[in-house]
Structures are given as C-alpha cells and as structure tokens.
C-alpha cells in the first residue's frame, strides 16, 4: 500500500535558518504530493503541492520538488520565522481515485527568537 | 463562505456513552473524509463518502458509522465510546478535478473518553 516516511521532530531552529524537512514516499502509480501545515489549535491547510515529477511548489517562502527517481518531497525554506511554528505533514493522493489521501506522521518545527 | 465546520469542539464522554460529530461543508464538494488524529501521530482516515447516499470504509472504522444524506453534511457516530477513541477528530471534503484536489479540514473536534 501507499506510505510516507517524514523525519522525526521535533526541530528546534533558531530565526532567520534555513529549513529542511525530509519526506520520502511508497505509492503506485503517479501520485500528487502534498505538505499540510497545522498551527496550534487548527485544522490542516494545505501549504503546496506538486502533481507530477519534478514539478516543484511553493508557497510562502517554503519550496518542495517531486523527485520521482528518489521517490522525495523534501521541504525547505531559506529563512524562518517564529511564525513558522507548527506541525508540518507530508502526503500523497492516491492515484487510483476517490482522492483518498495517506498523511506522514508530522514533523513539530519550534522557531525561536 | 464557512468552508468546513465541525461541532462540537471538545467532548469528554463517559465509556459506553454515544454521540455524533457534526461536519458541514458549504462548497459544493462530492468528497467527505474524517480522519482522526492521536498525539504524534499522523491522520488516519475513518470514513469516507463520494457523494450523497454513498460511504465506505478507511483505515480506522471499527466503532464508528457514518451517513451522507445530503452533499453538505456527513456526521461521525461513536455508538459505544471506548477510552481508544479519545482523540482529535477531523472533517475533510474535496472535490475531484485534477487541479483542485486539495483537501480543506475544519477545525476539528477533540474527544476525551473516561
């Protein structure tokens, strides 16, 4: 079945470093790639997303890009915030339909001042 | 626009109590999902349903049942709460095109079982 594999929290950056957040993949097919992001006390919201190989999204700084040959979706930023604070998820949709979608565990990024 | 909203916010239930998660979306969305989430852990999918009168099975299903009567609301019962099924619960909906398949979650509903 499908999988994501993200690395484990929690990370601790001090402002203005620079991020990476590891995410690798099992799927068959063609799956979309996702990262969700999750503030304290909300729901998921969708940060950026790629749906094929070597589509690269962005959004607010954060970049990821579709690495089939590696099976990645590795996230960065060049510069965080205090306000980047959260559980970062990595997923994908599965290919076969019905859009159901196979979330990582979820990777807490503490930024401090 | 409310997007998806979910009620209530938190619930402590005692073992064998019962009660229904509320999920409404105002987008006209076919996909409903909930999922639920445990303390570091990902989401794992419960239920699902395509459209109105249509549900199935996810992941995580045993102790719960759902209904899709209309597209806006898709409910969660927990008909015998076990403390296993305290939790974070969220309700999710998307509608399949090619371009827009990303999932909008509500705020989510944290459930304690004593």
């Known amino acids: 079945g499908n999988s994501v594999t993200q690395m484990e929290g929690p990370v601790t950056l001090s402002e203005e470093a620079f991020l990476t957040i590891n995410c690798t993949y099992t799927?068959?097919?063609?799956?979309?790639l996702f990262w969700y992001v999750q503030y304290p006390g909300e729901g998921l919201q969708l940060l950026l997303k790629?749906?094929?190989?070597?589509d690269k999204g962005s959004n607010k700084g954060f970049e990821a890009t579709y690495r089939k040959e590696t099976t990645s979706f590795h996230l960065e930023k060049g510069s965080v915030q205090v306000s980047d604070s959260a559980v970062y998820f990595c997923?994908?949709?599965?290919?076969?339909?019905?859009?159901?979608?196979?979330f990582g565990t979820g990777t807490k990024l503490q930024v401090i001042p | 626009n409310a997007g998806v909203t979910q009620t209530p916010k938190f619930r402590i239930l005692k073992i064998g109590q019962s009660m229904t998660l509320q999920c409404t979306q105002d987008?006209?969305?076919?996909?409903m999902y909930w999922y639920r989430q445990d303390p570091g852990m990902g989401l794992k999918l419960i239920y699902y349903?395509?459209?109105?009168?249509?549900?199935d099975k996810g992941e995580v299903p045993n102790g719960y049942n759902v209904s899709r009567s209309t597209t806006e609301d898709f409910p969660l019962r927990l008909e015998l709460a076990a403390p296993s099924q305290t939790s974070v619960y969220f309700c999710?909906?998307?509608?399949?095109?090619?371009?827009?398949?990303?999932?909008?979650f509500g705020p989510g509903t944290r459930l304690t079982v004593l």
């Open positions: 799927a068959t097919g063609y799956p979309s």
């Open positions: 997923a994908l949709s599965d290919p076969g339909g019905y859009q159901k979608v196979t």
């Open positions: 999710a909906s998307t509608n399949l095109t090619p371009l827009t398949d990303t999932q909008y």
């Open positions: 987008m006209n969305h076919n996909y």
């Open positions: 349903s395509v459209g109105a009168g249509i549900t």
């Open positions: 790629a749906t094929k190989a070597d």
